[in-house]
């Protein structure tokens, strides 16, 4: 049996509740809430009672539908996250790695690695993918690179990386994988942004399809669920035991999983895999590749061709930055980007892009490169720190509760940052706790007063 099928079975039993949630499905909701959520979400939302599995130790319903989604995705096993890739991408690491460990992480990683690298106490070498100047962004990551620094380095336990990029490019992850094999190194692939790879093949291929041990996506960020509904699968190849990944998930998650989010985990999979899931990918795919060739068509306007992934759309606008193009798109035509840098904007589209959306931005984009508004030539703008190598002088967990202080900006190069320096989105590292401030972080955060140092 489903979630979805044993908690509509389960409403219709009306057994007498004692027991949290304290709104007792319903009976109970405060007019705001009520106002805005409506009534029925609070229907479906059950704790672990009798006869509901339990997510830290599913042997029922949870149980056999994770073990139908593993089917699905080609993986030895899939773990359904409440609370989304980050905690996936923690997990993982508990699961692989001890204090003092070694772990490679690609430098576009998620802040969540950071977090997790303070839990664990493993010690990060940092891999810097290439970078693309003209566009701003990290772009795929050298397998040349890779494998000098694995052979350098023989004690590397894990290797992290992401993939797609946020703005979706992707590396050879096959490639990639047969490396970290030949060094005995478990390859971790944060796929977020590729959960619905598994779904159309014109879309990307997933990593757990090319010999990845653990990925982690959310599929909340282009499948159409619910933030922050994630999976974590492990490959089907690897040795890793599911029982280790079970326990790492278990000491950072919730012991009240949001039974609406696991209803919306397994009917977004069961979706995807049906009939109207795959008309309705189909559908997006011919839409948003309608709008590129449209956007294509725009004088002044260029799109990045190197992401297969169509959900990802990169453009940029002659002389004018990703920031400029950004704030006139949501102050003058009330859109709004995913994510900007210096040089490009990223639209980010999902099962929820309809084509009336992508018109909207379509016409947006014509009229504002038809009035041609100039402000300055794109090469004065550069990211000056997003692609420099950074200088770790402590571990994030050994800094970790150490006293900081406040210095003028101006005085804190060579000093060991005590923050952590991220743009969300997308969230990538700029500086983390335990780095060495180059002055190239002093130009990039001038408009700060001040930045926290260790004492
Ligand atoms: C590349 C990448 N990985 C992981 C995450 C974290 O995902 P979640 O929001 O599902 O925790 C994000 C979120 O922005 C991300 O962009």
């Not at 993986?75 to 070694?102: E, H, P, Q, V, Y």
């Not at 049906?274 to 997006?284: A, I, M, N, V």
């Amino acid at each position: 049996m489903t979630i979805v099928n044993f908690i509509e079975n389960f409403k219709k039993k009306k057994r007498v509740l004692f027991t949290t949630p304290s709104h007792g499905q319903g009976d109970f909701v405060n007019p705001a809430s009520l106002k805005l959520l409506g009534h029925k979400f609070f229907t479906c939302d059950y704790s672990e009672i009798e006869g509901f599995d339990n997510l830290s130790n599913p042997i029922g319903i949870i149980r056999t539908s994770q073990v139908e989604a593993a089917r699905i995705y080609g993986a030895k096993s899939t773990f359904f996250l409440t609370n989304g890739s980050t905690s996936g991408i923690i997990a993982s690491m508990f699961a692989l790695l001890n204090r003092c460990d070694k772990v490679l992480i690609a430098r576009n990683c998620h802040k969540s690695v950071y977090n997790g690298l303070v839990l664990t106490g493993a010690v990060p070498l940092w891999l810097m993918p290439q970078y693309n100047k003209e566009w701003g962004i990290y772009e795929t990551i050298s397998l040349d690179l890779l494998e000098e620094t694995l052979a350098r380095n023989k004690d590397i336990k894990a290797f992290i990386m992401t993939n797609p990029s946020y703005e979706g490019v992707m590396s050879d992850v096959y490639r990639i994988s047969s490396v970290c094999k030949k060094y005995n190194v478990k390859l971790i692939v944060d796929e977020a942004h590729g959960a619905l790879w598994t779904y159309h093949k014109a879309l990307g291929t997933p990593a757990l399809m090319q010999g990845a041990d653990i990925v982690v996506q959310s599929l909340h960020k282009t499948a159409g669920a619910l933030n922050p509904a994630a999976l974590l699968h492990i490959g089907l190849d690897s040795d890793i035991e599911p029982k280790n990944i079970q326990k790492a998930l278990n000491l950072i998650t919730t012991t009240s999983p949001s039974y609406p989010l696991l209803v919306n985990i397994e009917s977004t999979i069961n979706y995807l895999s049906s009939q109207s899931g795959q008309t309705k990918l189909q559908e997006l795919v011919k839409n948003v590749n309608r709008t590129i060739r449209f956007l294509k068509s725009i004088p002044n306007l260029e799109v990045y061709s190197y992401n297969n992934d169509v959900t990802k759309i990169l453009v940029k606008v002659t002389n004018m930055s990703g920031f400029e193009l950004s704030d006139i798109l949501f102050d003058e035509y009330n859109i709004e980007d995913e994510l900007a840098n210096e040089k490009s904007v990223m639209f980010l589209t999902g099962l929820g892009t309809t084509k009336s959306k992508l018109k909207k931005l379509e016409k947006a984009l014509f009229d504002l490169c038809a009035k041609n508004i100039k402000i300055k030539p794109n090469e004065e703008r550069e990211n000056p720190v997003i692609n420099i190598e950074p200088r770790v002088r402590y571990t994030p967990a050994l800094l970790w509760g150490k006293p900081s202080r406040e210095v003028e900006s101006k005085y804190a190069l060579a000093r060991v940052s005590m923050e952590l320096i991220a743009d969300y989105p997308p969230g990538i590292p700029i500086l983390l706790p335990g780095e060495v401030i180059k002055k190239e972080h002093i130009e990039y955060l001038k408009d700060r007063q001040k930045i926290k140092v260790l004492m």
